[in-house]
Every structure is written in C-alpha cells, then in structure tokens.
C-alpha cells in the first residue's frame, strides 16, 4: 500500500492506537501517529456491551489493541483495518502472542472498502467528514449493530449514549478529555401503520404515519379515527418507543408505546394514562405503506457534538 502523507490523512484517513510514540513512528514515515488510551478502549467497550456473541470490526485499527481486548477480554471475535503495514505486523504479533489469533486479525485494507456486513460492532477514531462519509454504509446494516465512536461524531444522526473521560495522557484534540459516542443502527419504522391493542372492553383502533429522521419518529396518528399527536418517538435498533397524545387539559390521555420492530410488524405494549388511572395491554401494528429513513444532511445544519480538534489519530 502506498504510504500516505500529512495531507492527504488529514482529509481521508486516521491510525488506530500503538503501543508508543516511539514504535508508532517507526513505521509511519510522514503520517502523523498518536494513541488511543486504554482507558478509553475499555470504556467504549463497556459501553457497546461488548460480549462473546460479538463481531467487532475496528476501522483504522493501528496496533489492534480494540479488537486485541475485545476479543482477550470479552471473548468477541474480529478484525482491523489499517494502512500501516508496521502497525498491522504489531497487531498480528499481539495477537498470536495473547492465543487469540483465531479470534482476532489486521488486513491492510481502504476502510472505505471494507466489508462490514459481518459485523455487531464497528468502531472509529474518525474526523466527523470521515465519520459521514461512512454513515450510509453503517446505516444499512443490521437494525440493532452498534458503533462506536472516539472524538468525532457523525454530523446530525445524535447518539444514543455519549461519554466524557478525564484522561491526562492525551495531547491530541481537546487535551486531557476524551469523548466517547454510541449509536444503534435504526430498524425503519417509516411508513403508514394500522393497529390494535384491546384494554378492558375497549378497542383501540390504531392509524399511524410514521417519518423517520435517523432514529427519531414524527408525524400523523389517529386513535378510533381521533386525531393524536405523536410524541417521544424513537428507536434504539429494532426497539421503538412512542407516546399518543388524545384530548386537553384534564381530559387529556396518553398512550406510551414500548415495542419491537420486525420487518412489517410492530408488536409490544401499551400503557394507558388517564388522571391517576394507568393500564396496560399488548399491541401489534402491521405495515401498509412503506416509508423512507431521511440520512440526508440539511443545509446549514449546526453538527452534533463537534469537540475542537482538527486531526485525528488513533
């Protein structure tokens, strides 16, 4: 692979971890090359839940060490992508040291061409136009694969969880402070929805027209032909929670809907919220229409949780 200059990673492309400065740099030439703590490798790890049902694939994967304690730590299996290829040697050779090299592996391999079909996890030391270059990508995987996320952030689609670490070993970016971001790859619920739920003797006639924005839920809802304002809508993978707004004031009544998504069909509970009366009962919905997820940017968007460096590394 064509060793890449100061330039050109500056727009495309950012190094995973090493195990220092010093060994980092004797391979990189002209790339500049920094670390990611292991404190923050560990927490991204806690946050993901990583575990041994687990597939992690680390883009920009330096000297292994997300895959490497993945896989030592967790039990989960996967491997990294990187451009170095002293850096991939450093990898390998961890891993076949640690006895885990039938769980964990580094190919020298373009990030942006990267089969990520396999994967449950997927992690990135990105700067934020790198980040969304990949995001159509990330967003067409499996509804539920989670992505992790050092630093950067992935312009309008917001986190479903976020992190902020002291951590005074760091010089790069905002010195001292890492932060650390999560998402859950939405399942789409957009499009037109007709259900039911059965509470006492009464039935609940359900008509909703769901938009969908990343993960976030709007649009037009009718209960037993009533008009309902949808509110709180969003989903985390396949799990979607919603509420239906009826009527004002005292009269008012408010439906909280907690359920899963699976292809054409929403299935989960409902609970009721009337005055001081609360009650529950199981609900299912099936798609009539199908509707499109919104991943577009919007002009002038202000991006979510930008935090002031301008080069990244890993």
């Known amino acids: 692979m064509k060793r890449v200059g100061l330039k050109w990673l500056a727009g495309v492309v950012v190094?995973?971890?090493?195990?220092?400065?010093?060994?980092?740099?004797?391979?990189?030439?002209?790339?500049?090359?920094?670390?990611?703590?292991?404190?923050?490798?560990?927490?991204?790890?806690?946050?993901?839940?990583?575990?041994?049902?687990?597939?992690?694939?680390?883009?920009?994967?330096?000297?292994?060490?997300?895959v490497i304690t993945a896989a030592k730590q967790y039990g989960a299996r996967?491997?990294?992508?990187?451009?170095?290829?002293?850096?991939?040697?450093?990898?390998?050779?961890?891993?076949?040291?640690?006895?885990?090299?039938?769980?964990?592996?580094?190919?020298?391999?373009n990030l942006f061409k990267t089969d990520l079909s396999k994967a449950t996890v997927v992690s990135t030391y990105l700067l934020p136009e790198m980040n969304e270059k990949l995001r159509p990508r990330i967003l067409a995987l499996k509804p539920g694969t989670r992505v992790i996320a050092h630093d950067y952030h992935m312009g309008e689609w917001r986190p479903d969880d976020n992190d902020t670490l002291s951590v005074p070993e760091k010089t790069v970016g905002n010195p001292g402070v890492s932060y650390i971001y999560m998402w859950y790859v939405p399942a789409n619920?957009?499009?037109?929805?007709?259900?039911?739920?059965?509470?006492?003797?009464?039935?609940?006639?359900?008509?909703?027209?769901?938009?969908?924005?990343?993960?976030?839920?709007?649009?037009?809802?009718?209960?037993?032909q009533k008009p309902a304002e949808i509110m709180s809508g969003r989903l985390r993978g396949e799990d979607v929670t919603f509420w239906l707004n009826t009527g004002s004031g005292a009269a008012s009544v408010r439906h909280e809907f907690n359920g899963k998504v699976t292809g054409d069909t929403i299935s989960g509970t409902?609970?009721?919220?009337?005055?001081?009366?609360?009650?529950?009962?199981?609900?299912?919905?099936?798609?009539?229409?199908?509707?499109?997820?919104?991943i577009t940017s919007a002009p002038d968007a202000a991006p979510v949780g930008v935090r002031g460096a301008t080069v990244a590394s890993r």
């Open 78 to 109: 996967g491997f990294g992508v990187d451009l170095d290829t002293v850096l991939l040697k450093i990898a390998n050779d961890t891993a076949r040291r640690e006895g885990i090299a039938d769980r964990a592996h580094f190919v020298e391999e």
């Open 15 to 66: 190094w995973g971890a090493c195990l220092g400065a010093a060994q980092a740099q004797e391979g990189v030439g002209d790339v500049v090359y920094v670390p990611t703590p292991q404190i923050v490798v560990d927490t991204m790890l806690k946050m993901a839940k990583v575990g041994a049902s687990d597939y992690i694939i680390d883009l920009g994967s330096g000297d292994g060490r997300i």
């Open 270 to 294: 409902v609970r009721i919220h009337a005055g001081k009366n609360v009650e529950q009962a199981p609900f299912t919905a099936k798609r009539t229409a199908q509707g499109k997820v919104d």
């Open 189 to 224: 619920a957009a499009g037109k929805w007709k259900g039911s739920a059965t509470v006492g003797r009464q039935t609940l006639a359900l008509d909703i027209d769901f938009g969908q924005r990343f993960q976030m839920l709007s649009g037009k809802a009718l209960i037993n």
